[in-house]
């Protein structure tokens, strides 16, 4: 005021009673002709109403309405706060995010003022067991987060995880009803081995709480990030998969089955690969098992049906008039309309018969469900499309269940022929398995033929039907023409006619 003449801005003063309060005030310096100071003349108003409303609408902004803690705005502040607090201190930090069991019941049922007494009442109970520098704050609903900071390790943080356990789930009476919640709780911690920022660590401990959920509720559940990586990776697989499926970079090759006897090709079986970009060609074990229990996994068994079907098509009117198998996976065969889907495959390539296409599936798949596969083999054999059971000898095996699944073909997994040449049990499993073949009225197919001596031996215990790399390994649908023409040339097996 001295330099300028004037100064404006905000007070606190004090009336005559005592009474504190908030003025504006302006203050103006009065000079006399020789340009001295003679007075000052202050103007002000009361403005205590005005710092008491916007003492309000600051409490609304960052405070919850109905139970008065921390909402998300005020909770993200002290989270941030907690976070730089922690780095300079080097304690643990633990994020708690907390969801009620049951509540939604009792919203439904006995209304939402109840429920919002009910929500009061848990609340003022759960910040009652925390510390004076934790922060219970309220995000919506029956939601909750806990900052809880200057944790020495994880352990000791469990204490007060139980207690907010304990004060969630204790009774709560309210108009003469007595209610019962229960809580889980997600639990995460700051610092990580990887840097993190705050909506990230409530993601996290959001995640857990789902956890905790499935667990069984009524507990809490803490991050694991090394599981989270393996999920994010997961997730990350199965996208570029689709991907890969929509780009056109899936594949189908083919191996030939062939009659070792005669030499006469009897069919192939489609396998799938993925000409991966970068990568080059992929086997099925780099990608099918990340598809497994997921809905893409009969996505894309359904692209290779059709994929197989129009290579057939494709064959035969180029004179290779072979059928074509396909391996279908438990996830795709469970499928309540899967015969449907198939039909409607079929439907689409009308100019090929239903024989040209076999299905092949896992001894262990078709052993999940057998009633259901039963019905569904059976509904395939209609429409004239056989089964083959694949890998035979790698499940249970049993004759009950063998008996009870029609199939038309056994196919013996390719780890007993392989080895059958220096492995006597694996000899004596093949012949079980011809016998039992045999037995049942069932072709046999063997995989695995990987020689010349390989297929001598599977002639002698009576299996003439193979595929293997000794006959020919997968190959491009484009080379199967070649392939098969040059084969018809060449002697096979000669020694047995």
């Known amino acids: ?48 109403t005005h710092k008491e409303h916007e003492k309000k609408l600051e409490h609304i902004a960052h405070f919850d309405a109905l139970t008065n803690l921390p909402n998300r705005v ?28 049951g509540f939604k019941a009792i919203n439904d049922t006995y209304g939402h003022a109840a429920g919002d007494r009910l929500l009061m009442a848990v ?21 909750f987060v806990a900052v809880l900071p200057n ?30 919640v229960s809580a889980s709780l997600g639990v995460t911690f700051f610092p990580q081995v990887d840097d993190v920022d705050a909506d990230q660590l ?33 997730h990350e697989s199965l996208n570029r998969i689709r991907q890969a499926l929509v780009a056109n970079e899936l594949v189908l090759y083919y191996q030939p089955k062939v009659n070792l006897r005669t030499g006469g090709v009897i069919g192939a079986e489609a396998l799938i690969r ?36 129009t290579q057939i098509q494709i064959w035969h009117n180029a004179g290779l008039k072979i059928p074509v198998s396909v391996n279908i996976g438990a996830r795709q065969l469970q499928q309540k309309d899967f015969v449907d889907r198939l039909r409607q495959l079929l439907v689409a390539h009308t100019a090929i018969s239903h024989n040209s296409l ?10 999940e469900d057998i009633s259901h596969v039963s019905d569904v083999i059976n509904a395939c054999s209609e429409m004239g499309v056989a089964f083959a059971l694949d890998d035979f000898g790698t499940g249970y095996s049993s004759l009950t269940y063998l008996k009870r699944l029609p199939v038309a073909m056994l196919k013996i997994d390719q780890s007993f022929v392989r ?32 020689s010349q001596k390989h297929g001598d031996l599977l002639l002698q215990l009576g299996c003439e039907l193979a595929q293997g790399y000794g006959i020919a390994k997968p190959m491009p649908a484009e080379e199967m023409l070649d392939w098969h023409t040059n084969w018809s040339k060449q002697p096979h097996w000669p020694d047995h006619p």
Not at 74 to 99: E, H, N, S
Not at 213 to 232: P, V
Not at 358 to 367: F, G, K
């Open 358 to 367: 076999e299905l092949e599936v896992l001894e262990t798949s078709a052993l």
């Open 202 to 234: 409530l993601r996290q401990a959001d995640q857990a709480m789902y956890q905790a959920k499935l667990a069984g509720k009524n507990r809490f559940y803490m991050f694991d990030a090394d599981q989270d990586i393996s999920i994010r990776n997961h």
């Open 123 to 143: 609340s003022e109970r759960m910040k009652q067991t925390l510390r004076e520098v934790d922060t219970l704050a309220r995000i919506g609903g029956d939601e």
């Open 74 to 101: 005020l909770l993200a502040d002290r989270l941030r706060q907690a976070m730089a607090q922690t780095d300079r201190d080097q304690r643990l930090l633990a994020i708690v995010y907390l969801d009620l069991d």
């Open 274 to 309: 993925w000409q991966h970009p970068e990568s080059g060609l992929l086997p099925p074990s780099a990608f099918l098992p990340i598809i497994e229990e997921h809905p893409l996994a009969v996505e894309i068994g359904e692209w290779v049906v059709d994929t197989a079907l």
């Open 151 to 180: 944790m020495p390790d994880t352990a000791s943080s469990i204490p007060m995880l139980n207690r907010l356990l304990g004060a969630a789930s204790k009774p709560i009476e309210t108009d003469d009803i007595a209610f019962t």
């Open 1 to 48: 005021m001295l330099e300028n003449g004037h100064w404006y801005g905000e007070v606190w003063n004090r009336r005559k009673n005592g009474e504190v309060y908030a003025q504006m005030e302006n203050i103006s310096a009065i000079r006399d002709a020789r340009g001295n100071v003679c007075q000052y003349v202050s103007l002000f108003s009361d403005i205590t």
């Open 419 to 450: 080895d059958m040449l220096d492995d006597p049990d694996d000899l004596s499993i093949l012949n079980g398995v011809i016998s039992l073949a045999a037995a049942f009225g069932k072709q046999v197919i063997a995989e695995g033929v990987e």
